[in-house]
Structure formats: C-alpha cells, structure tokens
C-alpha cells in the first residue's frame, strides 16, 4: 500500500513546476476502500484528516500519528465537501439532508443552511469559509438526480447557485449563472473567488471550466471571467498554495495552473481524482482523493491555511 504507485508521478509542462515538486518525493497511497471519495479537510490540532466516502454514507478519518483509518462518522447523510472554520470546527455539505451543517467542539451538530426564498436546497457540494466567517458553498443537484449518492427527487428552486451564508444566518444567492457549480476556493487574500462548472455533466457541450470572480468589499461577485478549461475530464475540487496557484482534481490526477490560467504541471494518479487539499504541520502535503483511495505527496509549496 505504501511507496511509489505505479501510474504516478509528476509531470512538468512548464518549467516553473520544477520549483513546486521535490524530485525525490513519490505519492503514496495511504488507504483504499471507498466507492467515491470526496472532501478532504485537514485539523492540524489533531493530526488527521476527514474525507467523505459518499455512496457508503460515512466520513472517514485518517490519523497522521499511526496512519490508521477510522470510520469519524456512519450515518453521514451522504456527506460531499468539508471545510475547516476558524474555530476549527468541521463544515459539510450533506446530500441526503440537503443541508450545510457544522459539527460543534462537544459534538453537536448545528445547520447552516437547508433552504433559499423557503425552498430546499438541491444538495450541497463543496464548502469552505470566509475570514469574516460567512460561509460560501455550492449546490449542484447531483444528491438528488439518482439514490447513488442521497436521494432520488424533484429539485424546489429550479437551478443551481452558489450561496453565501452570513455570519448572522442570512442565506444569500451570490451566483446564478452556473449550470452545476461544484468546487470553490477562494485566493489568497479572499480577493478572487474561484468556481468550477461541471455542467457537461448534463447539458452537451456544456461548461468545464473554472470561472474566477472578483470578490467585492460588500462580499458580492464581479468579473467571473473563464480561468482555465479541463483538458482530461472535469475540474471537481481544487485549493490553492500562497502563491495563487491552483491545484485542481482531473480524470487523470491533480493538474497545477499558474495563477494567469496556464497549466504547468500534473500529478498523475491512477484513477479519476475528485478533491484535494494541502495538510500536515507546514501545510506542504497534498492529500488527494481518487475514486476508492486516499493519496498524499509532498510539494515544494505550502496551501492556503483556512484557520
């Protein structure tokens, strides 16, 4: 399970990618089992990860100190996306309840979000958290297209937005012009708000791509301009490292664009990746998770601390 997977490795298409690998570190596999993996989040003060295995209706943990994984949570109500807040509680998107909620220090659980304008949201996608705490999310309807993944049903609103929810509860529509909206990132500096389109999914000749928005001083969206196309599958999750560059899931691995939109690398994984985030005690390791598998490597970048 451990040391270098046959089908990885790097692959530099710039020069400048160079400088993010260590040319010695391989990606390992640390666990497989899953059916989909999904949303990984990193808790530095626990040293372990939390990922979604969606169809199996768990969140898996990961623990840093002895490498064993553990079930954190079964049922999860079909969990998707997590995030950390700035409190170091866990934030995630659930398909079968069609909410966003917030796992509290004692273990509670306190909902986010679970309707817009009094009608229920589609299935929550992808999370994460702004400096002022509001939390910004995605709600495409794949949760509720099929009993794969959540539960078969009839969507209320008619079409798939990105939501802001204040710090005091009030939920926002900030994107309306998406067909499925699913991961989101935001810079560095929270001055750029990055969106991925998946709607191919559904609609022929349908978006690809990632869209970068300029996130104005009232938190409302400007520009949304196309960022970068998928050239093998579709973007799904992707964060970023301090220098704004991103890192992005693909059908065959983690793809790497410089922040003007160009592709200079890969991280080449055997099967169909799905989300990633950086972790560990400098945050320069990227935990990516496949289609049953979790993997990790460490760059010659550090991500994006949410806390």
């Not at 040391?3 to 710039?14: D, H, K, Q, R, S």
């Not at 978006?207 to 579709?234: M, Q, W, Y």
């Not at 160009?262 to 390791?285: D, Q």
Request: proline content about 5%; charged content about 20%; glycine content about 12%.
């Amino acid at each position: 399970m451990f040391g270098e997977i046959e089908g990885t490795g790097f692959e530099v298409l710039e020069p400048e990618f160079s400088g993010c690998i260590i040319g010695h570190a391989r990606v390992e596999r640390l666990w497989t089992g899953a059916r989909w993996s999904e949303g990984p989040a990193w808790f530095a003060a626990g040293r372990y990860l939390l990922w979604s295995d969606i169809p199996n209706n768990r969140i898996l943990r990961w623990d840093e100190t002895d490498g064993r994984v553990s079930t954190f949570r079964q049922p999860s109500n079909n969990a998707n996306g997590h995030t950390v807040d700035r409190q170091g509680r866990l934030v995630s998107c659930e398909h079968l309840t069609r909410r966003v909620t917030r796992t509290e220090h004692d273990g509670s659980v306190t909902v986010i979000a679970d309707n817009w304008q009094g009608k229920r949201l589609n299935s929550p996608n992808d999370v994460v958290v702004k400096s002022d705490g509001s939390v910004w999310f995605t709600d495409p309807s794949y949760g509720i297209l099929m009993d794969y993944e959540g539960d078969r049903a009839e969507p209320e609103i008619g079409a798939c937005h990105v939501y802001r929810v204040a710090p005091d509860g009030q939920v926002s529509a900030i994107a309306t012009d998406y067909v499925k909206p699913n991961g989101l990132a935001f810079s560095p500096g929270e001055s750029l708000l990055y969106i991925a389109d998946t709607g191919v999914t559904h609609l022929p000749g349908g978006p690809k791509h990632i869209r970068r928005h300029r996130v104005n001083p009232d938190d409302t969206l400007s520009g949304g301009e196309v960022f970068a196309e998928c050239t093998n599958g579709l973007f799904d999750g992707f964060r970023l490292d301090r220098d704004g560059r991103i890192w992005t899931s693909a059908a065959d691995g983690v793809h790497c664009y410089a922040p003007d939109g160009r592709m200079i690398g890969k991280i080449l994984i055997p099967e169909l990746v799905a989300n990633v985030c950086f972790g560990g005690a400098k945050l320069n390791r990227l935990f990516i998770c496949g289609t049953t598998s979790l993997y990790a490597v460490y760059l010659n970048v550090n991500g994006v601390s949410s806390v």
